[in-house]
């Protein structure tokens, strides 16, 4: 119950934040902005996404293997997909957890705050993609932000230790491989705004290291959890950012559909089509 409840709520917020959106960006200027895309652009953001997708499979399998080394690739793909039906539900998408409960033969605890510790780092490798970018076009004081939270990914096992919760799975953090799964993060991350990247210049030419300080502030204020997979948010916020990229409202709202569609609504509609696929009995 409580559970629909919070579906609910994020299904209220998405429409009031869409309805505040178009109620700045007309639906023509969106039809306007598609008329004269570049389609290569889209394309090549497009071809993307399964660098994108082999890179989340990477990450998760460094911790899957760690429980049970014999859970095939086939799998371990399978459960990507399928948290990917769960997450667009679920607030800073928090679904993507449910991964864990497709890995058979493995211990589901474990396996659940594992998962937990993946978002974690995908989160502070956004986190650091923000401070080098306000390092670079606000305050250098920035950097020393970064090299914080470097010394905090670098020493989350330790921090992990003294959680209550997260104590008694030490001996399987442990085994985590920090530096594999964080530059995977930070590549994965990257890969993420790069393809937001191409597709704003499918819209309009725009210059490369400002719209990756840009596009990095929208990912990480989209990552609130107040709507579904940041639906309406993520469009605002172009609107907003973009506009210093000379980037029309239209335009910026198109983009963002985009990456949506490409990113979340593309894997999203692969893991529905999974779920109808009759599961074999295991002996």
């Known amino acids: 119950m409580k559970l629909n409840k919070t579906i609910l709520y994020k299904i209220f917020f998405s429409i009031l934040f869409l309805i505040f959106l178009f109620y700045f960006v007309k639906p023509n200027e969106i039809l306007e902005a598609f008329r004269q895309v570049k389609i290569f652009w889209i394309l090549f953001a497009f071809l993307l996404l399964p660098l994108n997708l082999f890179l989340q499979f990477l990450r998760w399998k460094s911790f899957v293997v760690l429980i049970n080394e014999n859970v095939p690739n086939s799998k371990i793909i399978k459960s990507i997909f399928y948290s990917f039906s769960y997450s667009i539900f679920t607030p800073a998408r928090l679904g993507e957890i449910g991964r864990a409960f497709h890995i058979s033969n493995s211990k589901k605890d474990e396996l659940i705050v594992l998962a937990f510790y993946e978002k974690f780092f995908t989160f502070c490798a956004l986190l650091l993609f923000v401070l080098f970018s306000l390092g670079f076009f606000k305050n250098y004081l920035y950097f020393l932000g970064t090299f914080i939270l470097i010394f905090i990914i670098l020493g989350s ?127």
């Open 157 to 283: 096992k330790r921090i992990g230790k003294k959680i209550p919760y997260i104590r008694k799975y030490k001996k399987i953090i442990n085994k985590v491989n920090i530096l594999r799964v964080f530059l995977i993060s930070m590549v994965f991350v990257f890969v993420y705004i790069f393809q937001f990247y191409l597709i704003l210049n499918a819209f309009k030419n725009v210059q490369f290291f400002l719209s990756i300080f840009m596009i990095s502030i929208v990912f990480f204020f989209n990552s609130l959890p107040i709507t579904l997979s940041g639906l309406g948010i993520r469009e605002l916020l172009s609107v907003y950012f973009f506009k210093d990229l000379g980037v029309s409202p239209g335009s910026a709202t198109s983009a963002a559909f985009i990456i949506f569609f490409i990113n979340i609504l593309i894997p999203t509609f692969t893991g529905f089509i999974l779920h109808l696929i009759p599961k074999k009995k295991s002996n």
